[in-house]
């Protein structure tokens, strides 16, 4: 019997994680760590259980067995406050920050830098800095919660941002934005009567940014879905400040 509650128990926990981490591609990666380290816990309590229980030959299986569950229960542990708190790895999916970051290009996003997160909250607590102007920032996607989108903090509480013609100004000043690039000639009026994808792009506001809101926008100005369509987006979905670009190594850089 304890033979095989052990092997049972050791299947499962193997099924369950490989499902979570392979099978769930858009549950975050925080949550999954969470939910892995619980279920390594629950094994290395039944594993216990079964060692006092196991006969002296079928002992050292299970001790190793315990030994490997508490080895990846704390590389789960540590990996799960590393990139929840500390620094995290990002794919770019989209061209919208194009040319400054490419699809399929691999990035070190630092997540202290803007506090360290309470966990399923949106409150963020020993914060170094707020957001700055310029800055790229990674974020969930108001939407769309379960997705990160990317973008460059354009606007900061109490900015009043107007887009005139495609030129953008922050309180009254036109910005030298030499890292934005624009790939359609046309310029489209702000109307009610033009597609929702080019009623903001090209003119907007002015509006002001909210308190504890941001501004942002992709620098691919023309293909980028962002704060001139769905509004500022709310700090608490802030998850951190881009470092450095790691992958591919001929574009391995500071990313400014």
Known sequence: ???????????????????IFFKLPEM????????????????????????????????????????????????VVLAWVIMSF???????????????LKIGDHIFVA????GVHIPFSK?????LQEPKRKEIVVFQFP???????????????????????KKVYVNGEL???????YTDEKVYPNSRQMPLMYRNRDNLGPLVVPEDFYFVMGDNRDHSYDSR?????????????TLFLYWPPKRVRVIR
């Open 111 to 114: 997540k202290f830098i803007y």
């Open 229 to 241: 369509f769905w509004g500022p987006l709310e700090r608490g979905r802030i998850k951190g400040k």
């Open 1 to 19: 019997m304890v033979s095989i509650l052990y092997y049972l128990s050791t299947g499962i926990t193997i099924v369950v994680i490989l499902f």
């Open 143 to 165: 939407l769309d919660p379960k997705k990160d989108f990317i973008k460059r903090c354009i606007g900061v509480p109490g900015d009043t941002i107007e887009i005139k013609d």
């Open 28 to 75: 975050q990666t925080e949550l999954k760590m969470l939910i892995v380290a619980g279920i390594l816990g629950v094994e290395t309590l039944l594993l216990r259980w079964i060692t006092k229980r196991a006969k002296e030959k079928f002992l050292n299986k299970v001790n190793m067995t315990k030994e490997w569950v508490n080895t990846g229960l704390v590389a």
């Open 175 to 181: 910005q030298e934005e030499e890292y934005a690039i």
């Open 123 to 127: 409150k963020y607590i020993f914060p």
């Open 86 to 100: 500390i620094i995290q790895a990002f794919k770019i999916p989209s061209g919208s920050m194009m040319d400054t």
